[in-house]
């Protein structure tokens, strides 16, 4: 099966662990965002739909700090150092969030949980691309790409559909968060795997130039950039269609 995987994925000899590696991180990764979007989209729709635009707009500014900060450290900072800091500081959040259902029942909260739903999945995925992009060469990146998220994708697909059978025995939605919790615990098992076996230092600490041109503001002269972004924009808009 594993070796089906991997032919389809178009893994040549010598790839099957670093590819695998990030398949299972990618996996958990995504049973975390599976799980996080189910809690924090039902409570809020249910509790606080009415404050739906502030919501948006507040997540959507979150969002472009967040990744700002992520753009910025990534040229300043060792790589490794800043995924660890990621992870470990969205473990601690949701972690916090969950335990503080217990002790209160306040909208903030679940607005809280709701806005920081994007900027978390940006800094997620960020990580998990460049990941990959400082363990594979352009060559072999080029091969893999179209699959090597399918473990995410997997993920997210189960979970999602896991849910409605779970829900009977779960006294209450936040539950689903430790779900979340375990998935991304068990990610960042698999990153110190891939640290420790990988070198992952961050190609901007080797090269100047490469760090000038993806500077946040720079990269924007680049035109296959800014049309690639314009067309995320515009796919991001069918999002809105969850929430009609």
């Known amino acids: 099966m594993i070796k089906a995987l991997l032919s389809i994925l178009n893994v040549v000899e010598g790839e099957e662990k670093p590819v695998l590696l990030l398949l299972a991180y990618g996996f958990f990764m995504g049973v975390f965002l599976a799980a996080y979007k189910i809690v924090a989209t039902t409570l809020f729709l249910n509790q606080l739909s009415e404050y739906i635009r502030e919501a948006f707009f507040v997540s959507g500014v979150l969002g472009v700090l967040s990744t700002w900060l992520y753009a910025t450290l990534q040229n300043r900072v060792r790589y490794s150092k800043l995924i660890i800091f990621n992870i470990v500081s969205i473990f601690v959040f949701i972690a916090t969030a969950r335990l503080s259902f217990e002790y209160f029942d306040t909208p903030w909260l679940v607005f809280i949980l709701f806005v920081m739903l994007g900027p978390i999945t940006s800094l997620l995925v ?86 000038k041109e993806t500077m946040f503001f720079s990269m924007f002269k680049n035109k296959y950039i800014v049309y690639l972004s314009i067309l995320h924009q515009i796919s991001l808009k069918a999002t809105f269609n969850d929430f009609v």
């Open 126 to 211: 960020l990580g998990f691309w460049g990941i990959f992009g400082r363990m594979f060469d352009l060559r072999q990146s080029k091969r893999i790409i179209g699959g090597i998220d399918s473990g995410q994708l997997t993920a997210i697909i189960i979970t999602t559909f896991s849910i409605p059978f779970l829900i009977p025995y779960i006294n209450d939605i936040t539950n689903i968060l430790i779900i979340g919790e375990i998935g991304l615990a068990v990610s960042i098992i698999f990153f110190i795997l891939i640290y420790a076996r990988y070198q992952l230092s961050s190609f901007h600490e080797k090269h100047e130039e490469i760090r």
